[in-house]
T-cell receptor, first 115, second 115 residues
Framework: GAGVSQSPSNKVTEKGKDVELRCDPI?????LYWYRQSLGQGLEFLIY????????KSGLPSDRFSAERTGGSVSTLTIQRTQQEDSAVYLC?????????????FGPGTRLTVT | AQTVTQSQPEMSVQEAETVTLSCTYD???????LFWYKQPPSRQMILVIR??????QNATENRFSVNFQKAAKSFSLKISDSQLGDTAMYFC????????????FGQGTRLTINP
């Protein structure tokens, strides 16, 4: 079946502009995660959605970052007033349920470059 | 807070050799999960192997096995009979057994398998 998809695959934007990154999880997966991978770094957790529960936003680095998940499926990560330090690969993952036994399936990521 | 450390930024071995990637972590939790993920140039993270901390037996998946030393908080990955397709970034990751469902990643090890 189809895996996690993300769009766009690459995005170049000017400093100060807003950007939206999209994630389509695997159908039926109730949990959705966003991570950020800066150049030469490991992945950093941003936000987590599980069903109808309030999202875990503990990883969002500033109030310029927000995310929503509509209808329990597609998610959009929005970065307002982008800064150069926001340049990174943004990865989305989904899982059938929660916990360490529920494998997180990752998408190919969106590479964001802020000029 | 949990931290994961991978002390080998890069490694290189010849095809068919065995290679071991190191990972240490810090946590006050007693139960948790540990993972190794592979990230090829396509950027898509792929789960290689998972270990549940409450299981003493080391996990194995075909040519991949782990050496889990709970007291030492060490979780190394051994790749036997390495293949060219094993060339990738490898990330060690931690997840709590209960509570926050996020993965905490190490900085990664870039592994190159040479023909």
């Amino acid at each position: 079946g189809a895996g996690v998809s993300q769009s766009p695959s690459n995005k170049v934007t000017e400093k100060g502009k807003d950007v939206e990154l999209r994630c389509d999880p695997i159908s039926g997966h109730t949990a959705l995660y966003w991570y950020r991978q800066s150049l030469g770094q490991g992945l950093e957790f941003l936000i987590y959605f599980q069903g109808n529960s309030a999202p875990d936003k503990s990883g969002l680095p500033s109030d310029r970052f927000s995310a929503e998940r509509t209808g329990g499926s597609v998610s959009t990560l929005t970065i307002q007033r982008t800064q150069q330090e926001d340049s990174a690969v943004y990865l989305c993952a989904s899982s059938l349920s929660t916990g360490g036994l529920a494998e997180q399936y990752f998408g190919p990521g969106t590479r964001l470059t802020v000029t | 807070a949990q931290t994961v450390t991978q002390s080998q930024p890069e490694m290189s071995v010849q095809e068919a050799e065995t290679v071991t990637l190191s990972c240490t972590y810090d946590t006050s939790e007693n139960n948790y999960y540990l993972f190794w993920y592979k990230q090829p140039p396509s950027r898509q993270m792929i789960l290689v192997i998972r270990q549940e901390a409450y299981k003493q037996q080391n996990a194995t998946e075909n040519r991949f096995s782990v050496n889990f030393q709970k007291a030492a908080k060490s979780f190394s990955l051994k790749i036997s009979d390495s293949q060219l397709g094993d060339t990738a970034m490898y990330f060690c990751a931690f997840m709590k057994f209960r509570g926050a469902q996020k993965l905490v990643f190490g900085q990664g090890t870039r592994l190159t398998i040479n023909p």
